[in-house]
């Protein structure tokens, strides 16, 4: 557990004015969890990381790592024994991608034959190619060189990371990868991790709590995601979380057991007369093993069932997923039944709109 | 063509000795200039008297150097101590604001990640700093050698045995022959000074060469 205790950092300004970056600080980020730290631009995110492993010291209070003070450890100690990753990875240029990933372990010591065999290990955990190994940095894309610097930051198996805007640098899309991959590892390596972001959605995504800062580096709130969403404490923060909170909270609402109507199915290849068949307007198609592929439009289909013909544009929820998701398969169904698929990814049914709003509404009223 | 050919040994022999007086002193300099360099950008202070001294050791002209070293170090005129030391002096001047630039010219967020990883000030500059300075560096050692090497041929005039001597013993006996032999040989020597420099550089930085 990383335990900040009314931490406050002022800087010189010069002529004998200061100015406050972080302000009282209490804040507690506990042991295997991800805590979130998100706020405007300036307000204080970076300056809060940077104490933890004592590249910026604070002006007053006191940093503890399961009640051990910071200030009292030696400092390369200290920083061994954490993971630090920030935007554009800061990787070595003069390093290749493997012997980037064995710094750590080969500054404490570890030999270079086992250094090496645990960061190919590694390489391939963070979702690299191994023959990337032999690169350098600038041989790779952003988003590879942002796993380069995810994976040289545990390699020494610290229990603490600090990440400050990791995946801020590179498209949307490969965001999104990273983000995943990186909730993926978490789940099996349980890490102590400190988060900075600007990106709410970011936040409320991978944290299992959040704190929001406001300028001057004053906590506003710390709370699950759901909690901030569903329950900000003022107007700034409101404002910070954004628009489409409510929508955004369902994400944390597991779909309860809906009874989902049946569907008629057709496979790839189907004939006309086996789509008119079924009598329905708008006919499911399902692959091999019957995953959902589409819905296709029976007057639509002249011969045979294509995959041209298929209608993409509706998302398919699963029976283990979130209220959001099954909200959203059904408002983006051109049939306006939702498509939900079970666990390994087989069509099972549909659903409505309207079957799931009263379930929402039935939540609202448990929760007041 | 001739009087070349005829006098290779003794075009050998000085140049080899050119060689020296040029070459040590460039060596000598870099193992200076590189801790003043990295004391250059601890503070700004140091920085700026640092390089304003360093910058005017080089206006010093060198026959004065050459003739005033000996009085100052108690060494004979005749001694090429005077010359290696008065070269150190000059490449000292050229290569610490080099040594200076390139250990700065690190990216900061490579900088902050090994800070971060627990290197400390003097692990830092060895495996991070003074590798990525390699290229910035070698381009002044460059310069350095190109200049060393015109330099020290005005040492013949007070007597020391190198390529400069086909210069003024050429200029003395109106003998533009030998003149030229010096003038080609001071440029073919700068040029292997240039190669060798390169050539090293290059095995240093097999990063520089991949597809950016
Ligand atoms: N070395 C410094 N000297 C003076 N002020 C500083 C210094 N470093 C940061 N600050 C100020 O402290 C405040 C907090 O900076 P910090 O870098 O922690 O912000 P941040 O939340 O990380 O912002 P961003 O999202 O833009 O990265 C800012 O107002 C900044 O101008
Ligand atoms: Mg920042």
Redesign the interface.
Known sequence: MIRFDGVTKQYDTGSGTTSVAVDHLSLEAPTGKITVLVGPSGCGKTTTLRMV?R?ISPSSGTISIDGRDTASMD??????G?G?V??????????TVLDNVT??PR?LGVDKRSARARAMELIERVGLDPDLAR??P??LSGGQQQRV?VARALAADPPVM?MDEPFSAVDPVVREQLQNEFLRLQSELSKTILFVTHDIDEAVKLGDQVAVLRIGGVLAQLATPATLLSDPVDDFVAGFVGRDRGYRALSFAAAPELRLEPEPTVPLGASAEQVRATGATWVICVGESGEPLGWVRAAAVTESVTRDLLHRGGTVASTDGSLRALLDAALSSPSGRGVVADTEGRFVGTIRASEVVPVIEARQAAST | MTWALDHLDEILTRAVQHAWLAGLPLVLGLLIALPLGWLANRKAWIHGTLLTTTGLLYTIPSLALFILLPSILGTKILDPVNVIIAMTVYTVALLTRTVADGLSAVDPATRQAAVAMGFGPVARVRSVDLPLAIPVVAAGLRVAAVSNVSIVSVASLIGISQLGYFLTDGYARTFPTEVWVGIVACVLLALVFDLVILGIAWLLTPWTRVRA
Request: glycine share 6%.
């Open positions: 492993n590249m400092v390369a100690e200290l920083r061994r954490m630090y920030i935007q554009h990875a800061g990787l070595f240029p003069h390093r710094t750590v500054l690169r350098y600038a041989q610097g600090l």
